[in-house]
Antibody, heavy 117, light 111 residues
Framework: QVVQSGGEVKKPGASVKVSCKTSGYPFNNFGISWVRQAPGQGPEWMGW????????NYAQRLQGRVTMTTDTSTSTAYMELRSLRSDDTAVYYC????????????WGQGTLVTVSS | QTVVTQEPSLTVSPGGTVILTCASSAGAVTRGNFPNWFQQKPGQAPRALIYSTSGRHSWTPDRFSGSLLGGKAALTLSGVQPEDEADYYCLLYYGGDQLGVFGGGTKMTVL
């Protein structure tokens, strides 16, 4: 199971941190991928983090603004996005990622982040 | 920035067969791009259907199959059901860091 934190409203220039709590599987055997979807648009791949060693791979266009972390003691992953702009308004999803088969399999319910002044 | 292109929309009759494709601006799609396919219905999170070109998840109906076709990734739906009406997205991975890029999606209508 993958359960995300609740919706957020932020002002431009602020930061947001979304959590993704997992259960029912060994956290360090898989990674967590993050995907966002702006209203009426297709998904955008943001990156993923290894649950084993915390290694990350980020989409180039988000490099420098995004940080993905994990807390293995609580099987929770986090995604922080800084310097928010209005076009960061989107539903943010996390999913269990299996790097062996390159598959984001079990998805959270999504977290709506609204950036508005 | 690599662009991944899908048909914007397709219409298929119930019981019919349809092929959705996924092309890369970087050249031919190969197994090394580990093509994934997702189905998304309104108000829902994407649901994984196919991984690594042709791998099916335990919940993926047999009528969905993935392949490579003419330099593109392809998703074939055989015996389309009304409940298959949805948006379909492909995801390709690139480079040693295996960075992902989604296609723009195909809106499939069953009519």
């Amino acid at each position: 199971q993958v359960v995300q934190s609740g919706g957020e409203v932020k002002k431009p220039g602020a930061s947001v941190k979304v959590s993704c709590k997992t259960s029912g599987y060994p956290f360090n055997n898989f990674g967590i991928s993050w995907v966002r979807q702006a209203p009426g648009q297709g998904p955008e791949w943001m990156g993923w983090i290894s649950g084993y060693n915390g290694n990350t791979n980020y989409a180039q266009r988000l490099q420098g603004r995004v940080t993905m972390t994990t807390d293995t003691s609580t099987s929770t992953a986090y995604m922080e996005l800084r310097s928010l702009r209005s076009d960061d308004t989107a539903v943010y999803y996390c999913a269990r990622y299996d790097p062996e088969i390159h598959s984001s399999t079990f998805w959270g319910q999504g977290t709506l982040v609204t950036v508005s002044s | 920035q690599t662009v991944v292109t899908q048909e914007p929309s397709l219409t298929v009759s119930p019981g019919g067969t349809v092929i959705l494709t996924c092309a890369s601006s970087a050249g031919a799609v190969t197994r090394g791009n580990f093509p994934n396919w997702f189905q998304q219905k309104p108000g829902q999170a994407p649901r994984a259907l196919i991984y690594s070109t042709s791998g099916r998840h335990s919940w993926t109906p047999d009528r969905f199959s993935g392949s490579l076709l003419g330099g593109k990734a392809a998703l074939t739906l055989s015996g389309v059901q009304p409940e298959d009406e949805a948006d379909y997205y492909c995801l390709l991975y690139y480079g040693g860091d295996q960075l992902g890029v989604f296609g723009g999606g195909t809106k499939m209508t069953v009519l």
